[in-house]
């Protein structure tokens, strides 16, 4: 796969099939998140593997909200990955505090992505999920309190046969050449 095929081909997989994933292969994303750049190299995040099928169910009843029937599909994710926003260093505690941005945001993001594309490339398809009742998490996975879970991605292998077209801006809208 060409790295335009693999842009391509990543997408919010909310279909899976019952099959469990490898941890390795989890282990494997990880390790694609592990290198993403961040701001003055804080790595400010650690990921939480969950795997084991009870911790999976419970987890997903704290990610489905049958309230407004968001994340259903979480119910038949076979694992998912928490990331959790870590301390960051000094340099980038300043740095944000200096410029005014949200750095540790932006870091968490691009592991996140890293993560997304590597399964992609291996075969997994991921959903990236902002939207979970992040009290419950944190006590099943024992997350202490001073953490934030950012989001979680759920992991497993596509039920789908073939990607989504992409539903994006037009390139003119989301692009300025030599001005705004
Ligand atoms: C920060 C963030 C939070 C998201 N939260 C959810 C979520 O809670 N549930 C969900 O189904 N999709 C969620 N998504 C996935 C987006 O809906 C999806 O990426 C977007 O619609 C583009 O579709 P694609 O990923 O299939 O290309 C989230 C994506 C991001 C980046």
């Known amino acids: ?4 095929e693999l842009l391509l081909k990543r997408e919010s997989t909310r279909n899976y099939i019952d099959k469990k994933v490898e941890r ?3 282990i494997e994303c990880i390790e694609a998140g ?3 750049p961040s701001a003055c190299n804080a790595q400010p995040w650690k990921f939480i593997i969950v795997d084991e099928d009870s911790k ?3 987890l997903s009843k704290c990610i489905y909200d049958p309230v407004i029937g968001m994340n259903k599909f979480a119910l038949q994710a076979p694992a998912f990955i928490i990331a959790v926003r870590e301390k960051r260093n000094l340099t980038s505690k300043i740095g944000e505090i200096v410029k005014k941005k949200d750095f540790t945001s932006l870091d968490m993001g691009m592991a996140i992505e890293n ?3 590597y399964a992609t490339y291996i075969g997994l398809g991921t959903c990236i999920i902002g939207w979970f009742k992040e009290k419950g998490i ?10 934030e879970v950012d989001l ?3 992991i497993g292998y596509s039920g789908d046969e073939k990607p989504r077209k992409k539903v994006r801006k037009n390139i003119n809208d989301i692009m300025g050449v030599n001005e705004y």
């Open 115 to 117: 993560i997304c594309l």
């Open 138 to 147: 944190r006590k099943i996975l024992n997350i202490p309190k001073d953490k």
């Open 56 to 58: 999976v169910k419970e």
């Open 1 to 4: 796969m060409d790295f335009k």
């Open 34 to 36: 592990r290198v993403a």
């Open 152 to 154: 979680i991605i759920s």
């Open 24 to 26: 390795e292969k989890i």
